[in-house]
T-cell receptor, first 117, second 112 residues
Framework: GAVVSQHPSWVICKSGTSVKIECRSLDFQATTMFWYRQFPKQSLMLMAT?????????EQGVEKDKFLINHASLTLSTLTVTSAHPEDSSFYIC?????????????FGEGSRLTVL | KNQVEQSPQSLIILEGKNCTLQ??????????LRWYKQDTGRGPVSLTI?????NTKSNGRYTATLDADTKQSSLHITASQLSDSASYICVVSGQAGTALIFGKGTTLSVSS
């Protein structure tokens, strides 16, 4: 099946630094990618939806200037956590789909665990 | 408002027992409904995807049902195993090209 790859899978950074997480669709073109955050023992929380070549749509309460999303190609989206703080420590997951199809399958990455010290 | 409600929020069962998870939605127009399994610390993995015309679909010990009239879906797990312990997420899609609506998931714990 299709594969969505996230990198890095685990990152530790100092407070105040910025961290970039990549999400790649390896064998299909992803018209749309989604970014989620998941705190321990909680459900996935959708942060933003990004369509290739256009600005991301952020969910209510998600700061677009803090969580920069770029979806410059049909196989790559990036999430940059700017000026990270300990409360940004979380599990970040992306998913990708090709919405040009009637029943576009949705594939998830393996997630990236961010720890901000 | 498009919503997806899952129940129960959490469930504990003994190994070998069966269980059923529920997903009710108000998404309209409807395109498809997906069930995902998410192990702790991993990304979700697709179990089934069902369109409007499909009533049931199986994937091994997992069987999903869909009633598009009542806008309800269930995921039945047969002869549960310890490895079934995970979160199960229901995702509903409107017409192609529209947003995907996520349920909050059901956390299943299978104990020996």
């Amino acid at each position: 099946g299709a594969v969505v790859s996230q990198h890095p899978s685990w990152v530790i950074c100092k407070s105040g630094t910025s961290v970039k997480i990549e999400c790649r669709s390896l064998d299909f073109q992803a018209t749309t990618m989604f970014w989620y955050r998941q705190f321990p023992k909680q459900s996935l929380m959708l942060m933003a939806t990004s369509n290739e070549g256009s600005k991301a749509t952020y969910e209510q309460g998600v700061e677009k200037d803090k969580f920069l999303i770029n979806h410059a190609s049909l196989t790559l989206s990036t999430l940059t956590v700017t000026s990270a703080h300990p409360e940004d420590s979380s599990f970040y997951i992306c998913s990708a789909t090709d919405l040009r199809g009637r029943t576009g399958e949705l594939f998830f990455g393996e997630g990236s665990r961010l720890t901000v010290l | 408002k498009n919503q997806v409600e899952q129940s129960p929020q959490s469930l504990i069962i003994l190994e070998g027992k069966n269980c059923t998870l529920q997903c009710n939605y108000t998404v309209s127009p409807f395109s498809n409904l997906r069930w995902y399994k998410q192990d702790t610390g991993r990304g979700p993995v697709s179990l089934t995807i069902m369109t409007f015309s499909e009533n049931t679909k199986s994937n091994g010990r997992y069987t999903a049902t869909l009633d598009a009239d009542t806008k309800q879906s269930s995921l039945h797990i047969t002869a549960s195993q310890l490895s079934d312990s995970a979160s199960y997420i229901c995702v509903v899609s409107g017409q192609a090209g529209t947003a995907l609506i996520f349920g909050k998931g059901t956390t299943l714990s299978v104990s020996s």
